[in-house]
């Protein structure tokens, strides 16, 4: 792309597209060349007065420490250029270059940035406005590919459908250093467990059927199964764009069930896209999706970047310590008994063992809490298919695909303590969850898979103390 700047006249063909808790993203709507089939990623700032921007380096003296082997890292002005040289030199190896879009800086005024804040304001959710904004003070932005789109086909003519996908965690962990009273961990998916304590903080108001462990099987069965739960319970797991427009899902990630209007309008938006019958379409469109993860292989890379976390918090938190040069705190915490040798163990490793455990479960981390996009367009007679095609069997349709993984970005070293403390809020809640099914003379059954079989799928008031933060009654 030839260098350009963006200008307060140009905020106009920027539309809202989406937002995470540290950047905007806005769609391209206008006519240049240059832009068309781009997104653009814009950094906020909190409205308590701290700004994203950060003078002189992005990462503190320890995380130096722990990505000392690449200079361009370590050397990074600001948290924006750091995030696209990690996904660059870090997350694209890992994960195979075609399945991810490093993309391009581009330089702007103040004036665009401002102007973009006060067209956005309005489309974007009332918490986020009260929390964040624009941050005006940078001089450059992100210019990534919208995956939500073909860019080089007509729009008007030509239906392009993107799925969005978070898959989560994709193995159960079996480090040694998983206490006995967290054993559960090795049984249940993260995912799971986790579905207790956003019910209880009433982040959600219902299960989600949904197991990782499906979706990562390798077995076209498993991934079918773990698509139609997506869909019937989509919350921040599964969104349907069409022509680069949410046709699916919440853009806060909040939705629940699939209620039967919303899914007789989901069927009714398929009607160009899938050559079924009336009520076959959305099945049809399932099992488009799971083939093409089936066919991809992209979620099999994925897991092995997952399963670089071989230690699970419980280990890693341990190496943290060691690098910060401070008492761990979690053996303090372990009563003498507990305190065994595997843990005091981890504090007599040299400090480059202690640099790779951290290093590979923050990187970990990101794969487990990244996003997959599949985008698909019809395959025309006599048109050479500029991407991958799949066929499905059931409207005997050929369609073009491509895979990308999005949300790469680099977890803070701080957070191994945050890590450490959900981990234990969101076993404790789980724990607590089935002792009181028991109680209560409820069918709870762990299967092998890791799920949990409950008629219900429901936690009934008064399950938890009031106020309970994790640990509960």
């Known amino acids: 792309m030839e260098k350009v700047i963006l200008e307060e006249k140009d905020a106009v063909d920027w539309i809202y597209r989406g937002e995470g808790a540290a950047n905007l993203i806005l769609a391209y709507t206008g006519s240049s060349p240059a832009f068309i089939g781009k997104v653009l990623r814009i950094q906020k700032s909190q409205r308590n007065g701290k ?8 990462l503190t003296t320890h995380e130096r420490l722990l990505w000392r082997e690449n200079k361009e890292l370590t050397a990074s002005s600001n948290r924006e250029i750091l995030e696209q040289l990690y996904v660059k030199h870090v997350m694209s190896p890992l994960l195979g270059p075609k399945h991810v879009d490093v993309g391009i800086r581009v330089l702007v005024t103040k004036e665009f940035l401002k102007s973009v804040e006060k067209n956005v304001t309005c489309h974007r959710p009332a918490w986020r406005v009260h929390s964040s904004q624009v941050d005006v003070n940078r001089d450059s932005v992100l210019i990534l590919s919208d995956h939500s789109i073909f860019p080089d086909g007509n729009l008007k003519r030509e239906p392009c459908i993107t799925v969005e996908i978070k898959p989560k965690c994709g193995f159960l962990p079996i480090s040694r250093f ?41 077995s076209r069965e498993g991934i079918q199964k773990a698509i139609e739960a997506m869909y019937a319970t989509p919350q921040n797991n599964f969104r ?21 209007q919303v899914g007789e309008a989901f069927e009714d938006i398929l009607k160009n896209f899938i050559q079924a019958d009336n009520g076959q379409r959305t099945t049809s469109f399932l099992q ?29 938190i341990h190496a943290y310590y060691n690098i910060i040069s401070q008492p761990c705190i979690v053996c303090r915490e372990l009563s003498k008994d507990k305190l065994s040798c595997r843990y005091t163990s981890l504090h007599s490793i040299p400090l480059d063992q202690s640099l790779k455990i951290v290093k590979d479960y923050l990187i970990a981390a990101t794969a487990k ?41 680099l977890k803070p070293l701080k957070k191994m303590e945050a890590y450490y403390e959900l981990d234990k809020k969101i076993v404790s809640c789980y724990s607590q969850m089935v002792k009181t099914e028991h109680e209560t003379d409820k069918a709870v059954t762990i299967n092998s898979n890791g799920s949990v079989r409950d008629q219900r799928y429901a936690l009934e008031d008064g399950l938890f103390t009031e106020g309970c933060t994790g640990k509960c009654k």
């Open 240 to 260: 349907v764009f069409l022509n680069g427009s949410i046709v699916f899902g919440g853009l806060g990630g909040g939705t629940n069930s699939t209620t039967v």
């Open 178 to 218: 998983i206490t006995e009273e967290n054993a559960v961990k090795r049984n249940v998916v993260r995912f799971r467990m986790h579905q207790a304590l956003k019910l209880h903080n009433q982040e959600i108001s219902e299960y989600s059927e949904y197991n990782p462990l499906d979706l990562f099987s390798g």
């Open 369 to 409: 809490d990244c996003s997959l996009m599949i985008s698909f367009r019809p395959k025309e007679d006599g048109r050479l298919p500029s991407h991958n095609t799949v066929y499905l069997g059931s409207t005997n349709q050929a369609f073009e695909y491509k895979v990308y993984f999005i949300d790469l970005d």
């Open 288 to 316: 488009l999706v799971a083939e093409t993860i089936y066919t991809s292989g992209a979620l099999e890379q994925l897991l092995e970047v997952q399963k670089l976390d071989t230690y699970d918090i419980e280990g890693a």
């Open 51 to 58: 700004s994203g921007v950060k003078e002189g380096r992005a």
